[in-house]
């Protein structure tokens, strides 16, 4: 049963085989940044079990002259000392377009300028659900949000994009796929069922000026590679809605799933979310303020980016409703996609070309479809990617390696680093991009040597530990203000968001 | 050729062969903890290819009972907030005793006190030069010590043993051991040929009171764990000195090369240290003092340490020189050991009987000598330790987890762990240990996971990057007192030292 075994293009008969043969192979990626220790033998051994299944070829550009490579360095060397973002411009007679009006046909190739910023601030906002996530197994609060919501732009440094956090999200999941969930090495932790899952924030008054409108964010936490359990999440479709749609049962149960008995998700993240946009588009239209809904996501949270936009959609009537997804995998079938179609949703797909998770999971049942006959509807994945796609190329950019890199190539920041430096399919990379490169090598070795930039460089000083007065190494007990709290995690925070904001303008 | 075949106790006639394949087999292990990534691997591949080769046998005890490791751990949570060392005690009437000029017979089981926390301040001394040492392939000063040697014990909070640095050692190798030396990627980097080796250091006038001598200390930094070259550096005796001596040609290698084109080795480590070494014996004992010379180090530091002793017992005469040693191997032949013996050094050598160094490079020799006909002298090997034992147990300690783990029992801080814990052969684990437990994961994955203490935890913040007034993550200068300068690190400094100690007390 080796993976060197799989070496056919097309899959024998027997499809079961197959299929538990593949996931013995797709078993091997890192899950998060901060457990780098692991993640390296496994990305090691999923590059080459992958490589050997896909039968992927790796398109060698020819290789950059050093000149090159060095004016590129000695601009990166004089950047160090420039903001790491262009001046902001008024939106707000455009932001119908940039929000995907008229299915961004003319905005895409060349990127425009605004619309570039915008996908930028998205990302962000995806990224730090992952930069913020408590991921060490021996903290009483893993799988939690390491700040309260009062305080995660702050901390991360995203206040310039003048945001308030309105809510925290937390899902759980069914009972077959629990390798989805981080959990706690800890008996006594905050919670044994859930994971924060993302958040819901708002626009406040001088970004809404600037962008036309009151914009509500959802920011979907997703996973920073596929593992075994990710595949599995995929291999079964089930119906949503009223039509003939159907989405895939292992995200609609992460989106879906609640527990009474649970301290997080009594109701399930679906509902938290509704709840909380609901109340907002209301409350905003209600002062006769124009209200966008924004859905975003990376990897899984793309695709619980695209599940809740669908049913946003039906739920909150009258406002537009965008998803801007980064890296992310198909959701369902082609009547899921009619349907969110008609439902106006605009659904912008960021992807990068060497990335295969966005493939997925089509990337083996392409090749199958008529062996899977437990699997409903399998006819249909080929097309069921939604909306428009930007796609970007790892070869457009000076600053990052050649070489097959699986982890790299579906980072967020990869991503957010490609779409900085994006003008069109036909130019070299922006040279006025102003995105800071080091970032890209914050959970993954992207970047060429030469810049100098440690790899998986984001990690807490010792591991979180700090000295006492003792001389002793010890685990700090977590800010009472970011401890997380269900009553303080209610519903009425959104409205008490919502006056301080108003107090502040 | 694969490791797996080398299952047999006697090894085959043709050494040569069986030579290159144990080289391949021993390539695996962890040189430094920062590199965790690279080094988890490495070490799972070790393990498994040590105990192919060696038929090691992992002894399990009986389980401890829960209820043990419970009372254990409450009790280690009560310690929080207690010191970490014990009250010190005056030594003055017993230091020539306690320094081994007896041959420590009667003082080691049960150990004494005041041995106990002697060997930890030298223990710590020798720890000193592994946290401070920058791995840091992407610094400039990647090979140097990350602090000057002013502010070396502060930074590492040693202070309170009452010493000052008075020199830094740096050393070099043959052309034909390149792998020894830590590089820079830069090409612009402090050094090209050298390391930061360790430092000569004094007692101050309040310890020097209390320990009844002025104390010159000797730190020599290790390997954290043996690799391919490891073994290398054993392969060849050499001799040293007039008579039959020999030791191994590695060693010595580091140990005395120089090159008049390099920066920090015009002069050898030996020649430095020597140097350093000989004015401050001569200077304190012109006040009329009594003087001791203390050498330390672990692994490799270790071998160093006892060959620096042997050349100090013979240029700086009518001093008392003691060795003490953790975790390191042998180092020369029988005649060596006597030689040693007859000039006066005394060594204490610290061993976890686990730990498979101190046993090379017998472990591959002692089975096969008479087949390596190129090396002379390997009939001596198996007697060639020297001086005097303390043998440890990891499965004394509660706080230790069982199993199999190269790397844990080789490390220092494993070693200074259970030299804290140590009362007797016969007696259990001491209660009144104050030593930080957690100090064990600090570049290694060794204790209870009851514990809740992370593995390989002694880390940096995001790998030393910073993140500037622009939003941007920069690799900071290093504060230009802590950038190593060879005129600087010169001679006269160790007189101004002394000055300022004067002027101090």
Same sequence: chains 1, 2.
Avoid at 6 to 24: A, D, G, K
Avoid at 456 to 470: E, I, P, R, S, T
């Amino acid at each position: 049963m080796a993976t060197t075994n799989i070496r056919h293009h097309n899959f024998p008969i027997n499809s079961s085989y197959q299929i538990s043969n593949h996931r013995t192979t797709i078993r091997a990626f890192q899950e998060v940044a901060h457990d780098t220790q692991k993640s390296s033998k496994k990305t090691t051994r999923l590059a080459e079990s992958i490589s050997n299944m896909l039968h992927l070829r790796i398109e060698k550009p020819a290789p950059m002259s050093l000149n090159n490579i060095t004016s590129s360095l000695v601009h990166v060397e004089e950047k160090h000392n420039t903001p790491t973002l262009s001046p902001k411009e008024d939106i707000s007679d455009k932001w119908r377009q940039i929000q995907g009006s008229s299915g961004w046909g003319d905005l895409l190739d060349p990127l425009h300028p605004c619309l570039r910023r915008e996908i930028l601030k998205y990302g962000e906002f995806a990224q730090a659900t992952y930069d913020a996530f408590d991921f060490d197994s021996f903290s009483e609060y893993c799988g939690s949000c390491r700040f309260s919501r009062n305080n995660l732009f702050n901390k991360l440094g995203l206040d310039n994009h003048g945001y308030d956090v309105s809510k925290y999200i937390y899902a759980m999941s069914h009972v077959d796929v629990p390798q989805w969930l981080k959990k706690s090495h800890i008996m006594d932790s905050w919670s044994k069922d859930s994971n924060w899952m993302g958040y819901v924030a708002v626009s406040d008054d001088k970004e809404s000026r600037r962008i036309g409108r009151r914009d509500i964010v959802v920011a979907w936490r997703g996973t920073v590679a596929p593992t075994e359990w990710y595949e599995d999440l995929q291999r079964k479709l089930e119906p949503i809605g009223e039509g003939e749609a159907k989405v895939e049962h292992g995200f609609l149960g992460i989106y879906k799933s609640k527990n009474e008995s649970t301290r997080y998700n009594k109701s399930s993240a679906s509902e938290q979310v509704i709840k909380a946009v609901k109340k907002l588009v209301n409350l905003y239209k209600e002062r006769g303020e124009e209200v966008s809904v924004t859905i975003t996501g990376h990897s899984l949270g793309g695709a619980l980016a695209v599940l809740n936009a669908y049913e946003t959609a039906s739920l909150v009537p009258d406002v537009p409703i965008t998803v801007v997804s980064f890296g992310a995998p198909r959701v369902g079938n082609i009547a899921f996609r009619d349907e969110l179609h008609k439902k106006g949703v605009k659904t912008l797909r960021i992807v990068v070309k060497q990335d295969f998770v966005p493939r997925m999971p089509g990337i083996v049942l392409n090749e199958s479809l008529q062996k899977f006959d437990d699997i409903t509807g399998t006819l249909e994945w080929v097309y069921t990617h939604v909306g428009a796609e930007l796609k970007l190329d790892v070869r457009a950019s000076p600053y990052l390696k050649r070489g097959f890199n699986v982890l790299g190539y579906h980072s967020l920041e990869t991503y957010l680093h490609l779409v900085d430096g994006f003008v069109s399919t036909k130019s070299s990379f922006r040279t006025m991009a102003r995105r800071d490169v080091a970032l890209v090598n914050k959970a993954c070795d992207m970047l060429v040597e030469e810049l100098r930039i440690p790899h998986f460089w984001y990690q807490m000083a010792n591991k979180g530990l700090v000295c006492n007065n003792h001389g002793r190494w010890v685990k700090p007990k977590r800010d009472p203000e970011d401890v997380p709290s269900p009553t303080r995690e209610g519903q009425h925070n959104v409205f008490h968001q919502i006056e301080s904001n108003y107090q502040r303008a």
